[in-house]
């Protein structure tokens, strides 16, 4: 047993609050604005140039001028508001972006993130997530715990060339929620456990070292 | 005064392009690109170009035209996963790649509009974006010295222009095109709707008409990468 | 969502001001200037305050109100010939006065805002403001080392604006205002018409409300300082 | 005999070309929009955020939101445009403006300008000017030739703190015109003479050294 897709992300939206700005990344992340709870005021970031993402549009209200940061057609919303890619990341780089959602191929217990490239194979590029990493206020990964081989991703040192250092707060993956003091000297704490998952498990797969706070 | 406005994105580029330029070209995926203006780029013939483009266009579209013809030699980018093409060149070799964060590639083209030789930025310390370049440590933070970027040419798209050059861009349509107006040595636009000038209000012009050389009205089939669409319940 | 907007001046700046603070307060001259917050921020009555606004106001209104109480400790400036009071202060040492050159104040204050820690500008070489500074050079060229500002308030003017903070400026009532409301650890914006969320057009949003705070409606003077006109021919 | 304030002006206003976008300083310069020839478009910027200045206003219509960078009331045209003041530096130190005219204290034979600071005096700040004539392509200063007290102000090096070092092209003065070779190593060259003023008078009222080009 481990948290779905789903689940994950609405694991995810509990680190919302209201009246955040945020940025989600491409893939379960996007997930996460179907989670917002009612009553909750969320703005969500488009790092393309746009502030106050609705969701897709019906197929008549298409438009091409219209998209998000992974080229999808998507809606405004009355607080809209649209700007340069250099005001966007002026937005992203100066902190006002209160927490920033994205996957990871890999994350270090020191916080270090891995999410761009996977030499020998075509590398299709950062866009804006050495930026997003790098500026926004609070940064939270979501990914599977481990890969396809059952290699842990929650490692001591990432292997992949890094898309950031110290800068990832938190990570929930399909087995459990570990927190990080990326500018700080604890250790990476275990929170909580996904549905049906034991500590017995969680540390046979993790490869970084952790302390137990369930 | 020199009137700006051309009849077609053809003579907007004439006597502007040459072999070995340097090109800008705005638009965020196929958002917003010139694409006029890379139709004309590429019927020009000009070789051995290095764009700067967030994207590289997809096959048979946007800057993917000009990777057919291998006109460009180099591209300067931040994603480019959305091109067959452009892998193939790039693994065999035939094409140079540089990565820029986007937000990196943003700034460093308004520092070069802006007169600002350099920048330092928190993006990238670490990574290999920052490997050979100089590093800084402000209020305890290290941060990268990243260069302003300039190119011979820039070539951007807006929604409405007037004579003048004023330009005034639509939705996310904006993205790298403002600051890539200001970066181009020269810069060409076209744009959907000319008005005459005086027809804008200017306190809603984004691009002030200095920036813009030339002017065109374009044809444009603004293609969509990612059709996603919410289904309507029944009624 | 918390409420952003404040019913006046005076609960607007409600547990945002304390004693050795610094505030940017926007405008040019007395045009685009915050009138209603620096009254309550005089109210407030808070000491040593640093202020980063490119004038000093004149005596008796904008940020000279603040110099007769003797509440401002330093000012950091471009141009500061306006005002007599400012002048009294400063020879006799009671103000410390920080100038920076137009441009470079301005792009300080962006770059502030935008995690810029540093860049480097031509602006000042030789002169007396870069003393002390770091030089670079770049392609031949010397370029000085200038760094991002920030401040703990920002107190800044718009036109009009709605509840969710999104700010639209007029004319060259622009100015350093939307520099200044990205760069405070908080902003509160004063308006001339407030209006509900979804009246402002997107693409003429000038500040996201990502930036403000809190923003009140305020009552306008807008005083002139050189009312300079044509004269009508005798018909 | 020398040049009048308006004759100064009138001369400057020789150095505008068709479609040029400048920036006049206060005094002298601004009246050298009153000699814009015929037929030529001249677009002045003022740099506190606006290209496209009209004239003043008549009385009606003055604008409190709508200053020159003197703050004096002044129009818009059709083809005018507003910005902010980083996005207007940015327009001059990005070298898009054509040509700056100002005024100055003091010019050096290598292009020096001092014309902000007079130590020991109430300092009123630099305001744009360092920005202006690092950045604008082409500067031209417009003077009095001799301080009142007869002092030259083309001087071999200045005497006061400078406002930028080797940034002036052109320098017209109530005497003459001179050229400036500024990121070059050709001296100082004397072009014209102000009506009724002799190479005698100039040379003896000029400490700078200078070649006759007349």
Redesign the interface.
Same mark, same amino acid.
């Given at each position: 047993m481990a948290w779905s897709r789903d689940q994950l992300a609405q694991r995810a939206s509990k680190e919302l609050r209201d009246g955040f700005y945020v940025n989600l990344g491409i893939g379960i992340p996007t997930l996460v604005a179907n989670y917002i709870p009612d009553g909750m005021e969320v703005t969500l970031q488009s790092e393309n140039g746009m502030l106050g993402m609705g969701p897709f549009p019906y197929d008549e209200d298409v438009d091409a001028d219209l998209i998000n940061a992974g080229k999808q057609t998507i809606t405004a919303l009355k607080k809209t508001s649209y700007f340069s890619s250099s005001d966007s990341f002026a937005m992203i780089r100066g902190g006002h972006i209160d927490l920033s959602i994205l996957g990871a191929m890999e994350v270090n217990e020191r916080g270090d993130l891995a999410n761009w490239m996977v030499p020998g194979k075509m590398v299709k590029g950062m866009g804006g997530a050495m930026d997003l990493v790098a500026g926004v206020k609070r940064v939270v990964v979501v990914m599977e715990h481990t890969s396809k081989d059952g290699a842990s991703k929650l490692l001591k040192k990432c292997t992949l060339p890094v898309t950031g250092i110290n800068v990832v707060d938190l990570v929930i993956t399909d087995l459990g929620v570990f927190e990080i003091d990326k500018h700080g000297s604890q250790p990476m704490k275990l929170l909580q456990l996904a549905d049906g998952v034991t500590l017995e498990e969680i540390t046979a797969k993790t490869e970084a070292s952790f302390v137990n706070a369930l | 005064?020199?009137n700006k406005v051309y009849p077609d994105a053809k003579s907007a580029l004439e006597g502007f392009t040459f072999d070995g330029m340097s090109v800008m070209s705005g638009g965020?995926?196929?958002?917003?690109i010139p694409e006029n203006l890379i139709i004309a780029l590429r019927d020009t013939g000009v070789k051995n170009i290095t764009v700067i483009s967030?994207n590289a266009g997809v096959d048979g579209w946007g800057l993917g035209l000009l990777l057919e013809t291998k006109q460009i030699k180099k591209m300067v980018?931040?994603?480019?996963?959305?091109n067959k093409e452009f892998?193939r060149q790039?693994?065999s070799g035939e094409l140079e790649l540089e990565?820029n964060?986007?937000?990196?590639?943003?700034?460093r083209?308004?520092?070069?509009?802006?007169?600002?030789?350099?920048?330092?930025?928190?993006?990238?310390?670490?990574?290999?974006?920052a490997e050979g370049k100089e590093t800084?440590v402000?209020?305890g933070?290290t941060?990268v010295l990243e260069?302003g970027l300039v190119a011979d040419l820039s070539i951007v798209k807006a929604?409405k222009g007037?004579k003048?050059g004023?330009l005034?861009?639509?939705?996310?349509?904006?993205?790298?095109?403002?600051?890539m107006a200001?970066a181009g040595k020269r810069c060409v636009a076209e744009v959907e709707i000319l008005v005459e000038?005086?027809e804008l !209000?200017? !306190?809603?012009?984004?691009t002030?008409?200095?920036?813009v050389d030339r002017i065109v009205k374009g044809n444009f089939e603004?293609?969509?990468?990612?059709?996603?669409?919410?289904k309507?319940e029944n009624a």
């Amino acid at each position: 047993m481990a948290w779905s897709r789903d689940q994950l992300a609405q694991r995810a939206s509990k680190e919302l609050r209201d009246g955040f700005y945020v940025n989600l990344g491409i893939g379960i992340p996007t997930l996460v604005a179907n989670y917002i709870p009612d009553g909750m005021e969320v703005t969500l970031q488009s790092e393309n140039g746009m502030l106050g993402m609705g969701p897709f549009p019906y197929d008549e209200d298409v438009d091409a001028d219209l998209i998000n940061a992974g080229k999808q057609t998507i809606t405004a919303l009355k607080k809209t508001s649209y700007f340069s890619s250099s005001d966007s990341f002026a937005m992203i780089r100066g902190g006002h972006i209160d927490l920033s959602i994205l996957g990871a191929m890999e994350v270090n217990e020191r916080g270090d993130l891995a999410n761009w490239m996977v030499p020998g194979k075509m590398v299709k590029g950062m866009g804006g997530a050495m930026d997003l990493v790098a500026g926004v206020k609070r940064v939270v990964v979501v990914m599977e715990h481990t890969s396809k081989d059952g290699a842990s991703k929650l490692l001591k040192k990432c292997t992949l060339p890094v898309t950031g250092i110290n800068v990832v707060d938190l990570v929930i993956t399909d087995l459990g929620v570990f927190e990080i003091d990326k500018h700080g000297s604890q250790p990476m704490k275990l929170l909580q456990l996904a549905d049906g998952v034991t500590l017995e498990e969680i540390t046979a797969k993790t490869e970084a070292s952790f302390v137990n706070a369930l | 005064m020199a009137n700006k406005v051309y009849p077609d994105a053809k003579s907007a580029l004439e006597g502007f392009t040459f072999d070995g330029m340097s090109v800008m070209s705005g638009g965020f995926g196929l958002c917003g690109i010139p694409e006029n203006l890379i139709i004309a780029l590429r019927d020009t013939g000009v070789k051995n170009i290095t764009v700067i483009s967030n994207n590289a266009g997809v096959d048979g579209w946007g800057l993917g035209l000009l990777l057919e013809t291998k006109q460009i030699k180099k591209m300067v980018s931040s994603y480019v996963g959305e091109n067959k093409e452009f892998a193939r060149q790039y693994l065999s070799g035939e094409l140079e790649l540089e990565f820029n964060p986007q937000g990196t590639l943003a700034e460093r083209c308004r520092a070069g509009g802006a007169g600002i030789a350099g920048f330092y930025t928190k993006t990238g310390v670490g990574t290999l974006v920052a490997e050979g370049k100089e590093t800084k440590v402000f209020n305890g933070e290290t941060f990268v010295l990243e260069t302003g970027l300039v190119a011979d040419l820039s070539i951007v798209k807006a929604w409405k222009g007037d004579k003048e050059g004023n330009l005034i861009f639509r939705k996310t349509a904006r993205n790298f095109n403002p600051m890539m107006a200001t970066a181009g040595k020269r810069c060409v636009a076209e744009v959907e709707i000319l008005v005459e000038t005086g027809e804008l !209000d200017g !306190d809603a012009i984004h691009t002030p008409g200095i920036y813009v050389d030339r002017i065109v009205k374009g044809n444009f089939e603004k293609r969509i990468e990612q059709r996603t669409v919410t289904k309507r319940e029944n009624a």
